[in-house]
């Protein structure tokens, strides 16, 4: 950590295959008077830690930038990138600040897993916006002579006005994976209050894809804690246990404080509220063989900022040393007033798995 750049990176090596690194960076509040300083000063704390470990710019398999104001931080950010495939995401960090960096960078090439960012697309609703960027990412994986159920293992989907806009978001995935023949197994994802730098743009999608063979897939969801999603009318895994040949990882998607019914539990109390998102991921991770030790990086969002001090109470003990950023990010349930996703690894032995 510098003066005024608050960096983590977590190295996770399953012994003797590909390192994965994962990153986190953001200021601290009030140590920049501008988006330009504080980018720059985040920027240069993130190349630097980049050549530390031999890495250089561009090598992400994920990229994502959080922005206070997106259509106007935004063009700034691109000009930077240069064409650099990015995720930009019009969600503050919940601390004050104007920019927080979440990276994901595994060695080595070729590589089997790849992040598609969202298109732009053309409808002029929710729903409309939804159903296309999941018929543009099923192409995208037939391209590769693969399949929207098999190839995607996870999207990340950010609603304006998230209270309003995410019932068409239902309508259009589900259609969607109607289509596709997906009633029973469905793929880990965080649905959750976001923009990007286009404001016409309601509805926007992140999706981690495997080209070739698929790794195992088994989902993960921890009925005495959780309900199943589709009991409310959602299709998405709470979580999925992928398995490459020496490792698993865990995609733990956005997980709230939810029970085996499917109600909201402790209303109107964020710290009860998180330490149920805890013991719910907890559930989700033990159901696969893992932990929370094994957790290599996480985002908490939050409906309130003003609640950042009583959430983090509840987090930081768990997510101490790993990259976690927290982000004012409504949750898609008014009632809901924290979420959080996570990636989880550990080694393994999958012997008929292909490798990553």
Known sequence: MSGKIELRRHDFNPGGGRTE?????????GAFPDFEGEFS??????????????????????????????????????????GRPASIVDQPPAAGTRVSLEAWIVEGTPLRCRVAYSPRPVGDDSYSQMYELFGKLA????????????NVLRTWIYCRDVDNNYPGVVRGRNRRFDEHGMRERY?????????????????AMDALLCDGAAPEQTALRALRNLSPTALYGVRFERGMRIGWRDRDWFLISGT???????????????????????????????EGGAGLADVRAA????????????????????????????????????????????????SAANPDAPEL
């Open 139 to 150: 192409d995208d994986a037939a391209a590769k002579r693969g399949s929207l159920d098999r």
């Open 41 to 82: 000063a985040l920027r240069q704390e993130y190349e630097s830690a980049l050549a530390e470990c031999g890495a250089t710019p561009g090598e992400e398999l994920l990229l994502r930038f959080h922005l206070s104001d997106a259509a106007n931080q935004g063009p700034a950010l691109r000009r930077f990138l240069g």
């Open 299 to 346: 985002t908490v969002y939050l409906r309130d900022p003003a609640e950042l001090a009583a959430v983090r109470s509840v987090f930081d003990p768990v997510f101490r040393t790993i990259p976690c950023v927290y982000l004012r990010a409504p949750v898609c349930r008014p009632a809901w007033l924290v979420e959080c996703e996570c990636i989880a690894a550990k």
């Open 21 to 29: 690194r994962f990153f986190s960076a953001e200021s601290k509040p």
């Open 256 to 286: 709230a404080s939810i029970d085996c019914k499917g109600e909201v539990l402790h209303v109107g109390d964020v710290v009860k509220q998180s330490r149920r998102v805890v013991e719910n991921i907890s559930a989700l991770l033990a």
């Open 187 to 203: 793929i880990a994802s965080t649905g959750i209050g976001g923009g990007t730098d286009v404001p016409g743009q309601l509805v």
